[in-house]
């Protein structure tokens, strides 16, 4: 089935090592033509080794100085660079990837169960990595990784579940980075785009919230006029965080809505504006037209602005994510990810596909219906959670 989406070669040059195990080729186009990662067999063969110097991006770097925070203070920023040290946060993210954990850590148990890494055994592992959604390059690259360091070895699953996790860590670390909420002047404006249902209001509390407790001062302009619940959902939002909200009603120009929100925000002196969207499907033209007005008479305010425009992405869709990225980055300039909904697929990979294709910062990860269940996104922890492997 997998057999069908191949395209390409997968000649890689050099660093056979004495197994020397045979080529595939005609197979697959490998991960990021022109810009593909060379392979690290010695990752595989030694999984436990730190994959990056001094366990950067994970430790900070001077701990004693740290300040003793209470959770409710920490921002995007803290929760980002800290791995495994909050209560409840590493339980949630490994219930909430449960389903692809299980689908990934079956596969590839049953794959790897006192077998021989062999040609086929490795194209039954892709084809595993791709039913999980990683994407055909993705899991080309991986399944080199392992031909090359441990060809006609035999070969535990928990030994590739740690090389898996290994290198989808190594993916993932550039585009795990916190939303910063930095512009020369106030406000930042922050614009929240996605389809109908993919999380932009609940992101949007999220935020609110996290700002609140850093004791910034946030306006939230409702610019969903299509669905009057909408704006219902954005009040209580801002009831809840202490916001200023603007709205216009039922029907109004959204446009409008966000020239508004530049208007009140600089009135009361608030350091960030936050300006939903109505959901809308990234194939209706007009739709997107919309949106793209929204942009302009923001830009038309402030020329820097919008600071962010953060996509929110619904992962039970799947490849048509992939989609949504494009169209939306074309009209509205997206600059970050948020992917909700990781508790609902079993193909959570989906994430790892989209930062190896476009490489854009992925600030937030749904894992549950809460608020709390909207976490930062933290490379190494989720990388680990959908193999099934301990943080
Ligand atoms: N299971 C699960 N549900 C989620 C997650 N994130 C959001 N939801 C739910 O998805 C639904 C839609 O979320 P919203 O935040 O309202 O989405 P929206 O993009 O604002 O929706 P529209 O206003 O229709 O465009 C709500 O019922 C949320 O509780 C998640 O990570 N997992």
Do not use: C
């Not at 490994?94 to 794959?111: K, M, S, V, W, Y």
């Amino acid at each position: 089935m997998a057999r069908a989406r191949a395209g390409g070669t997968a000649a890689r040059e050099g660093g056979a090592g004495p197994a020397s195990p045979p080529r595939r080729r005609n197979r697959r186009t490998p991960r990021g033509a022109g810009r593909a990662r060379r392979p690290r067999p010695h990752q595989v063969l030694h999984p436990g080794a730190p994959r990056h110097p001094a366990g950067a991006g994970h430790a900070h770097p001077y701990p004693h100085r740290r300040p003793r925070r209470r959770s409710a203070d920490r921002g995007m920023t803290d929760m980002n660079e800290t791995t495994g040290t909050r209560p409840g946060f590493w339980k949630r993210l490994t219930q909430g990837l449960t389903r692809t954990a299980t689908e990934l850590q079956t596969g590839i148990t049953d794959l790897f169960t006192k077998r021989q890494l062999d040609a086929s055994t490795i194209e039954e592992f892709e084809d595993v990595l791709i039913r999980a959604d990683l994407g055909v390059e993705n899991a080309a690259h991986i399944g080199e990784i392992l031909r090359l360091g441990l060809f006609n070895r035999n070969i535990s699953g928990e030994e590739v579940r740690e090389a898996v996790a290994g290198e989808i860590e190594a993916i993932l670390t550039p585009v795990a980075r916190p939303l910063q909420f930095e512009a020369a002047g106030k406000p930042f404006v922050l614009l929240m785009v996605g389809v109908n249902g993919s999380g932009k209001t609940t992101t949007i509390g999220k935020l609110a919230s996290t700002l609140k407790a850093q004791g910034k001062k946030v306006v939230l302009a409702a610019g969903d006029t299509f669905r009057a619940a909408a704006t219902e959902q954005l009040k209580v939002w801002a009831e809840r965080t202490g916001a200023s909200l603007v709205a216009r009603g039922p029907g109004a120009d959204a446009a409008g809505v966000a020239y508004d929100g530049i208007e009140k925000a600089r009135a009361e002196g608030a350091d960030v504006l936050i300006v939903d969207t109505a959901g809308r499907l990234q194939n209706r033209a007009e739709l997107m037209a919309e949106l793209e007005k929204i942009v302009r008479v923001i830009k038309k305010q402030d020329p820097s602005a919008p600071h962010a425009v953060v996509l929110t992405l619904d992962a039970t869709v799947g490849q048509n994510a992939l989609a949504q990225v494009e169209a939306f980055q074309r009209v509205a300039g997206v600059t970050g990810l948020v992917m909700t909904k990781l508790d609902g697929t079993a193909r959570g990979g989906i994430l790892v596909a989209i930062a190896a294709k476009y490489r854009l910062p992925i600030h937030l990860i749904g894992v549950g219906e809460g608020i709390d269940d909207l976490q930062p996104f933290a490379a190494r922890d989720f990388a680990r959670a959908i193999v099934g492997l301990e943080s």
